[in-house]
């Protein structure tokens, strides 16, 4: 059992979980990620580590509610738990002195993208950040973003908050105001990221993606995080979760993380029906 010791509310169903796992705090690097199950009867789901405290022993992990088992984590409080928690899992970012390299971070990808920047800063590259987000009310982890960059750009699609528009329009201004890049982290939905090595691969400037595909065991042994790159089969738990963005193919993968929206839509109007009942007969359903 793992003890969430710090729950926040970022944003409209954004959520912020400070876990004790003290084992896997010890090993994790920036760029991977953990399986967790919330109970004997729930899926096993993949989060992005966000950040580790070695000394505290603890995970920070960002979410947002997307179905039925997110919806459920978002409802537990501090000083609850969650029946496992397996990590670190994935294959570390590759971290050496490239230069000038621009981070970019769209909706919640802004979580996984801080480690990255962080790691990235201390090894001595200059670091421009790129945050957005549909509003204002949705981004969050400004002034984490801004103490490990060189500069920090927001960017909100309402305009409600810095520039008005999209991540890839500031990418693209400092690429036509010839500001040298030498390398692009993107992490966020997959058509901005899709869009973010749009931008880059005119200019052949080396782009890596996150990609957050659909998992059950992490291990690479069930197959359902296969990812075309370069022509060929890899799986996302093992092989990434970081990629070529340059070489990946996303319009396959989005056809594959559509593969089940009617069965999780179909779950989570179930869980909810469930705590109706729970509402209206006061019977406990919470672990069914």
């Known amino acids: 059992m793992y003890k969430i010791l710090e729950k926040k509310n970022l944003g409209p169903k954004q959520h912020l979980l400070v876990i004790e796992a003290e084992a896997v705090s010890k090993k994790a690097k920036a760029g ?3 399986i967790l199950r919330i109970d004997k009867y729930g899926e096993r789901i993949p989060l992005t580590i966000a950040d580790f405290d070695t000394k ?25 738990f969650v029946l496992d928690f397996a990590g670190p899992l994935g294959v570390p970012v590759h971290v050496e002195k490239y230069g000038t390299v ?42 984490k973003m801004k103490a490990v960059s060189d500069e920090l750009h927001i960017v909100t699609d309402d305009g409600t908050e810095g520039v008005h528009g999209f991540v890839t329009d500031v990418l693209s201004n400092l690429l036509k105001e010839n500001v040298h890049i030498d390398k692009v982290i993107a992490i966020g939905p997959l058509p901005m990221m ?25 291990t690479g042994m069930c197959g359902c995080c296969r990812v075309t790159v370069g022509g060929k089969v ?54 069914k």
């Open 32 to 34: 991977q990620f953990f």
């Open 56 to 80: 505290k022993g603890t995970i920070t992990s960002i979410f947002q509610e997307v179905g039925k088992t997110t919806e459920k984590l978002a409802g537990l409080k501090e000083g609850d």
């Open 102 to 143: 621009v981070c970019v971070g769209g909706g919640i990808g802004t979580a996984p993208v801080y480690p990255q920047a962080r790691a990235l800063k201390e090894a001595g590259n200059k670091v421009i950040s790129i945050i957005g987000s549909r509003s204002s009310n949705l981004l969050f982890w400004r002034d």
């Open 194 to 218: 899709k869009a973010v090595c749009k931008v880059t691969k005119p200019c052949n400037i080396p782009t890596t993606v996150s990609l957050n595909a659909i998992m059950v065991d992490g």
């Open 234 to 287: 890899k799986f996302a738990c093992v092989d990434g979760p970081d990629f070529d963005g340059l070489a990946v193919d996303f319009d396959e993968l989005s056809l594959r993380q559509r593969r089940f929206l009617k069965e999780e839509r179909e779950s989570l109007l179930l869980y909810r029906d469930m705590l109706n009942k729970e509402a209206t007969c006061g019977e406990c359903v919470k672990d």
